[in-house]
């Protein structure tokens, strides 16, 4: 192990939903501590941007357009990142989905299936194509993007939140699966973060300042506040951690 547990040289990483936002803080980051990160979302042009700036800052990255509400899509992804670099040890399961924001007996059936087809069966079939290829080496590390509203779901959002719970459920169960064969699963469930998925509750004046009231630090955070708590996770600082998941809400939970 190296004497810097967060060095993550020469590992490659996949982080979904990476051309803006969270993913692409978390994907900065990841690359600026060695990682090969392979910058995915539905756009290629968004991540080719992404992988652009990590190289021009001297990292190691590639664009890959992956949609995860379709499967088969994950399972090309896959077979594309074994061509390029031949294994894959760090899984960010990042892209999700929130195409409602209502009361729930409003809510269309259809927005109800892309909601859990994008943010519960893409994770879970990312994790498994990472899953298995991880167990063959014998070593590798998976987090996923859940939220606080696993915990506390928010109004307007009950579907979206049961998908989050999901998650965490998840991340706990491929844990148990996994622990004995090298493989750590955890997740991170960040509160409000300044970013596009989230513009209907912060760029309204009103819904913001709840949000401040409500959370002890006094303010919603900025997507590299969340990149800290994902690479921990996925470096050999987190050795000993597996089936986690980590608040990072300036306090909301609390
Ligand atoms: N922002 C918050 O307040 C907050 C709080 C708690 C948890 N989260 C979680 O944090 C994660 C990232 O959210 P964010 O706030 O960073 O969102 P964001 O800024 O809107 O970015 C979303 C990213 O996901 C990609 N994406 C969307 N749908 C996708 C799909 N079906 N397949 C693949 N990629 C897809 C988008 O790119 P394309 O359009 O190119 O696909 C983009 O790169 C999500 O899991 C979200 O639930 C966010």
């Not at 060695?34 to 652009?52: D, Q």
């Not at 893409?122 to 194509?129: D, K, L, N, Q, T």
């Not at 699963?185 to 973060?193: E, I, T, Y």
């Not at 970013?195 to 409500?214: G, M, N, Q, W, Y």
Request: aromatic residues 6%; glycine residues 12%; positive net charge.
């Amino acid at each position: 192990m190296s004497e810097d547990t967060f060095d993550l040289s020469g590992r490659v990483a996949l982080v979904t939903g990476a051309s803006r936002g969270i993913g692409r803080a978390i994907a900065m980051l990841l690359a600026r501590h060695g990682a090969v990160v392979v910058v995915s979302s539905r756009k290629l042009e968004g991540c080719e941007a992404v992988a652009g700036e990590i190289r021009a800052a001297g990292g190691k990255a590639s664009a890959l357009a992956c949609h995860i509400g379709e499967v088969e899509q994950i399972a090309a992804a896959f077979g594309e990142i074994d061509a390029r670099h031949g294994r894959i040890d760090i899984l960010v399961n990042n892209a999700a989905t929130n195409p409602y924001f209502g009361p729930a007996v409003d809510m269309e059936i259809a927005a109800f299936q892309k909601t859990v087809d994008v943010n519960i069966r893409g994770f879970f079939c990312a994790s498994i194509e990472a899953g298995r290829r991880m167990i063959a080496q014998g070593k590798g590390a998976i987090v996923n993007v859940a939220s606080v509203n696993a915990f506390r779901p928010m109004d307007g959002q009950a579907v979206y939140s049961m998908t989050k719970a999901a998650i965490v459920n998840m991340t706990q169960g491929l844990a148990r699966e996994w622990g004995r064969k090298g493989v750590r699963v955890n997740a991170l469930a960040p509160g409000l973060v300044e970013t596009k998925f989230a513009a209907a509750v912060h760029s309204d004046p009103k819904r913001r300042a709840i949000a401040e009231s409500l959370t002890p630090l006094g303010r919603i955070a900025q997507p590299g506040e969340i990149a800290g708590a994902a690479l921990y996770l996925v470096s050999d600082a987190a050795s000993f951690t597996t089936g986690s998941c980590l608040t990072v809400d300036g306090g909301w939970l609390a």
